[in-house]
């Protein structure tokens, strides 16, 4: 986990739940229409920010609730 996750205890579970749909990140970047860089930036925990524009369109697309991406853990702040 990167440390700006580990410092917030909010862990993002993109790769869990693409896992989960069989999708790669390059087909998530073309359905929802963000870059690459920026959702890999999301996935890999180095994200100090989400816009909520970005996160209704990856709840919408994908029909998540944002409580299935993201996720809070006291020991991820330890």
Known sequence: MADGSRASGVEVRLDELLAERGLTLTELSLRVRLTL???????NGRARAIRFSTLSRLCEELDWQPG???????????
């Open 37 to 43: 860089a920026n959702l890999s930036i999301l996935k």
């Open 68 to 78: 299935d991406l993201l996720r809070y853990s006291k020991a991820a702040e330890e």
